[in-house]
């Protein structure tokens, strides 16, 4: 099955600085890659996503990028703010064969911290 | 729209007991899943399905049962609870078969005593 590894665990920024959190999929049929961010106590939330046509997506201060060959992706955050502080969590949607579905499998999550 | 919600919030339980985490959704998705998220393990699928009356395992089934009898409810069954179930829950929904936007619910911590 697909595994997806995340790094890194934890991330402290700066206020104001970019945060990158990379991801790496083993599943070379993967075509779906979500991203999520969980507060304290809270739901996790779908914050930005991209498919495999696809090289790079933005929305506002949040990008994604996508190397397939390489089997990688990054989440990139601009300008970082206090609200940023989350887990986030990279994720690949792989085909699911019984049903015709795709399956996530998720990241271990990322711990960042934004420092005023 | 409640979107999805979870109850109960929290539980507490004794190693065997049984019980039942409850999970509806009132967006008239067809995909539902389970999640258990333990700490620095991400979120594992338990079981999923496609719409009622179709269910399939995910990379943790063990100890786990599912049933969907309608496309808004789908309850997560602990047959016999034990201290490896201790974990938080969530359920969650998507509109199409496959891996559109998946809309969590708040969550079921869980402690297994």
């Known amino acids: 099955g697909e595994n997806v590894e995340q790094h890194p665990s934890t991330l402290s920024v700066q206020e104001g600085d970019s945060a990158v959190i990379k991801c790496t999929y083993s599943d070379s049929a993967s075509n779906y890659f979500p991203w999520y961010k969980q507060e304290l106590g809270k739901r996790p939330q779908l914050i930005i996503d991209?498919?495999?046509?696809?090289g790079e997506k933005k929305d506002q201060r949040i990008a994604v990028t996508l190397n397939k060959t390489a089997k990688h992706f990054s989440l990139h955050i601009t300008e970082t703010q206090p609200e940023d502080s989350a887990v986030y969590f990279c994720a690949a949607g792989s085909p699911e064969t019984n049903f015709g579905n795709e399956k996530l499998t998720f990241g271990t999550g990322t711990r960042l911290t934004i420092i005023p | 729209n409640a979107g999805v919600t979870q109850t109960p919030k929290f539980q507490v339980l004794k190693t065997g007991q049984s019980m039942t985490l409850q999970c509806a959704q009132d967006?008239?998705?067809?995909?539902m899943s389970w999640y258990r998220q333990d700490p620095g393990m991400g979120l594992r699928l338990i079981h999923y399905s496609v719409g009622a009356g179709i269910t399939d395992q995910g990379e943790v089934p063990n100890g786990y049962n599912v049933s969907r009898s309608t496309t808004e409810d789908f309850p997560l069954r602990l047959l016999s609870a034990a201290p490896s179930q201790t974990s938080v829950y969530f359920c969650?929904?998507?509109?199409?078969?496959?891996?559109?936007?998946?809309?969590f619910g708040p969550g079921t911590r869980l402690t297994v005593l």
């Open positions: 969650a929904s998507s509109q199409t078969r496959g891996s559109g936007t998946q809309y």
């Open positions: 967006m008239n998705h067809e995909y």
């Open positions: 991209i498919r495999s046509n696809v």
